[in-house]
């Protein structure tokens, strides 16, 4: 593995920091403003949509996407760099760049798994910014962690099929602009093998039966930038045969192969959020004094520091080569890098980002700077795709597998 960035990564590397500072990074304060003079908490605030023009001005669009017919055509090593960036401003720079989560991943899963006119009805108009979506998978019934468990039902019925189930915790559904669930729910609930049961359908937001019942907070967050987290009924919601995403059976595969690249671009933008953590809490040290002398120069201080540099150059260099493996022997030969780094990364930010609220004081815990809101995103990434223990269990299996 080269550890050098090819030309077209620092090209664009050069071109997304200036971008950063320049319309990004400004753009966090005025973002709250327009936010406060909403009618809707859900509604867009208009500097976003600018953004995203300039961005898409710029070229910086897409980047996620691998397959050259619709993104960037970037390797997950090319992009690594370029999702740690807009991690440093996880609120708005995903989002600017068409690159924020659920989006991404259900991009994903119509461009490989989507036919034809799936991929022009919704494909398209995701990959132009014009639309958002959603991914409907986790129910508050069951243990979700085990996807097999879900109760979801998707019955067949003549040229359609009927939905019917609870859902929770569905990103991006409170977006006004969310037009779209794929939604993963059991065609065959009594099939022998318990990963063939599953499937995903296309379920239009403004289907009849399908109501969205309330936000869910994180940590006392809305998460408005994300679009927010919702609990949706569906109750018996009629959709034709044609919204089948791939085969009957084949939703559970589609699942692993969206989640793969999921947990690596959370582990890329986590490693923006630390460096952001880091940043504020070095500026924080050397503009405040604390019994005499500047928090720069105590003891533990420099322990938080120095421990938080080591950690975030463990966690790059595991991410970059999970991401390199991705490239060169696909999600399956990198399986026990994926759930490495899923495990190690946002416990060790969460550990960061909680220094960095320790040397900020009252601040830290406050509105008026970033870190409480980095905390709450990166604590919850210990659950999301995946609580930690999962991740432990199956790599720990394969490994004492070398050794029965």
């Given at each position: 593995?080269?550890?050098?960035?090819?030309?077209?990564?620092?090209?664009?590397?050069?071109?997304?920091?200036?971008?950063m500072d320049a319309y990004v990074y400004p753009a966090e304060a005025v973002a709250e403003e327009q936010r406060a003079e909403l009618s809707s908490p859900w509604d867009t605030p208009a500097v976003v949509e600018e953004l995203k023009a300039e961005a898409r001005r710029q070229g910086l669009w897409n980047l996620f996407l691998p397959d050259s017919?619709?993104?960037?055509?970037?390797?997950?090593?090319?992009?690594?760099?370029?999702a740690e960036i807009t991690g440093r401003s996880p609120q708005l720079?995903?989002?600017?760049?068409?690159?924020?989560?659920?989006?991404?991943?259900?991009?994903?899963?119509?461009?490989?798994?989507?036919?034809?006119?799936?991929?022009?009805?919704?494909?398209?108009p995701l990959l132009a910014g014009e639309i958002r979506s959603a991914f409907a998978m986790t129910e508050p019934d069951v243990a979700s962690s085990d996807a097999t468990n879900i109760t979801t039902l998707i019955e067949r019925d003549g040229d359609d099929?009927?939905?019917?189930?609870?859902?929770?915790?569905?990103?991006?559904?409170?977006?006004?602009?969310?037009?779209?669930?794929?939604v993963m729910g059991k065609t065959d609930p009594d099939g022998a093998d318990i990963r063939r049961q599953q499937s995903m359908v296309l379920v239009p937001r403004d289907t009849p039966g399908v109501t969205v019942k309330r936000a869910m907070r994180v940590f006392g967050y809305e998460d408005h930038y994300h679009g927010g987290h919702a609990e949706v009924v569906f109750d018996r919601v009629r959709v034709p045969a044609s919204n089948l995403i791939g085969e009957?059976?084949?939703?559970?595969?589609?699942?692993?192969?969206?989640?793969g690249p999921g947990r690596i671009h959370h582990c890329m933008?986590?490693?923006?959020?630390?460096?952001?953590?880091?940043?504020?809490?070095c500026r924080r040290?050397?503009?405040?004094?604390?019994?005499?002398?500047?928090?720069?120069?105590?003891?533990?201080?420099?322990?938080?520091?120095?421990d938080a540099r080591v950690a975030v150059e463990q966690l790059r260099l595991l991410v970059l080569k999970t991401a390199w493996m991705m490239d060169t022997v696909g999600n399956r030969g990198a399986h026990t890098e994926i759930?490495?780094?899923k495990i190690a990364t946002p416990r060790t930010v969460v550990d960061i980002i909680d220094r960095a609220i320790q040397l900020q004081g009252a601040g830290g815990v406050s509105q008026d700077f970033p870190l409480a809101e980095l905390y709450a995103g990166a604590r919850t990434l210990m659950i999301a795709d995946g609580p930690d223990e999962v991740h432990q269990r199956s790599l720990a299996r394969r490994e004492l597998k070398r050794y029965v």
């Open positions: 593995m080269d550890f050098a960035f090819d030309a077209r990564t620092e090209e664009l590397r050069a071109k997304l920091l200036a971008f017919t619709y993104g960037a055509g970037l390797t997950n090593l090319q992009y690594a760099p370029l720079a995903p989002t600017a760049l068409n690159c924020a989560a659920p989006d991404t991943g259900n991009m994903e899963v119509l461009a490989q798994f989507g036919d034809d006119a799936q991929k022009k009805q919704w494909l398209e099929y009927v939905i019917t189930g609870r859902k929770w915790y569905i990103s991006g559904a409170m977006n006004p602009d969310c037009r779209i669930f794929i009957e059976g084949g939703g559970f595969a589609i699942a692993q192969a969206r989640l933008r986590l490693i923006g959020m630390a460096e952001r953590a880091i940043e504020l809490m040290a050397v503009a405040r004094e604390a019994f005499g002398k500047a928090l720069a120069q105590q003891g533990v201080v420099h322990n938080w520091i120095a759930q490495a780094i």
